[in-house]
């Protein structure tokens, strides 16, 4: 009983400690169960913020990503294997399922292991291309650890990703150098509205083969300098999250606190440990998650207007009328390791609200009137337009490295009753129609009074002669 109870309690511990804001269950594809212990501090940091991890090999009969036509785990770690297949329940087709279905996969490529052509195929669908050599990695001759690679230069030493860019600093900045040994480089499609990229190589570097003998490889590279990315992030139309990570390597333990020496004889410890929970953290939802809460909207016109009191007020009425008065609000919150705060955007960043039929008829800017303990109350005023039919109050946000905010609300406009038109005598522009019926009444009237005023003349008989 004592062993239940503490079972129990420890259980619920996990629970509690988890940071993520979809679920604590990992599931770690590794193909030879020796090289889990070379990974032994990264998958203790990821226990010790609350994830349940569970090892899998691609092999493993009970393997299955779904239970009874669901997601049986929040994310998916796949680490290179071996052989140049991952089984029948890794295929491309079921990991786009299961990316389709709201789970989250990081996947962790190198270039001393081979690619399988499911990792291939997934990457297709997502506009990331590969080089098709197989061993292609990427190199440096200026940036490089002249410890370890002083004759291969392919571990990349690498500054933190792209300063310039604040969401990207703010989600993936580290202090100190990252190390990138064997790294598999990435070229991103230019369609795609959801691909993003985290860390790029230097504008030194380029994909070579050291298989490949013949020297065209280096006339004619599949990718140099920026062109090349060693981590892009892809984030599907329901949040999902997919990662590319260039260098399983960078995750080991070897790696994490290594003293590394640039070319130019600078030495310094690496920051791998905190990129990778950094990496984890976005693609494993516990940062950039955004959350919409109560919507409301009233009349906000006449003896309404004058109070806030949603007691009284009717809010959310199914049905408006043309050119009514109309007050909007939306919540807005945001993940922060462990529970929902406030959610405030980036400056010069507004959330917008969209008063749309077939296209909008207003897209008005939504304005923070009021911070709560967990959530920023978002607000707006406007009129309807002056056309009946069925409309939408519609707010998207959709922001790199944040999940996407999708709120639709419909209404019916109607037109004014038969009694609700303002009389004639009340429109200015009426007063001539008016004036003028009036003049036709009085002239009307004077005549027939004149008509029988008047008498007519009588006239004289004249006595005619007999």
Known sequence: MRSLLLGLLLGLCSLVSALSAVGNKLLVIQEDESEKDNYSQFFKDLEARGFQISHRTPKDSSLSLFLHGVPAYSHLLLFPPKSKGLGPELTANVLVDFINQGSNVLLALSSDKSIPSAVSSLLLELDISLSPDRGSLVVDHFNYDTKSASDKHEVLLLPSPDS??????????????????????????????FLASVLKAPATSYIYNPKDDSGDALEDPFATGTQINLVSAFQARNSARFTVFGSAEALQDTWFTASVQLPNGKSEKTSNQEFAKKVTGWTFKEQGVLKAGAIRHWLDEGAQ????????????????????????????????????????????????????????????????????????????????????????????????????????????????????????????????WIGGIWVTIAGWVAFVALWLWCKPVEEKKVAGKR
């Open 164 to 193: 310039s860019r604040q969401d990207v600093k703010s989600y993936f900045g580290v202090q100190g150098l990252i190390a990138f040994p064997h790294s598999v480089g990435q070229v991103l499609g230019n369609a795609s509205p």
């Open 305 to 432: 207007k004058s109070t806030t009191d949603l007691t009284v007020l009717d809010v959310n009425p199914s049905i408006y009328r043309i050119k009514n008065d109309v007050h909007y609000s939306v919540e807005l919150s945001e993940w922060q390791a462990d529970h929902w705060a406030p959610f405030t955007p980036p400056a010069a960043d507004n959330v917008q609200l969209e008063v749309s039929m077939l296209s909008p008829f207003h897209r008005l800017n939504l304005v923070p009137k009021q911070h709560t303990a967990n959530a920023t109350l978002y607000t707006s005023d406007f009129k309807l337009p002056d056309q009946h039919g069925i409309f939408n109050f519609y707010v998207e946000y959709r922001r790199p490295f944040l999940t996407n905010v999708e709120e639709k609300v419909t209404v019916t406009v109607r037109h004014f009753a038969h009694d609700e038109w303002p009389r004639s005598f009340a429109i200015s522009g009426a007063w001539p």
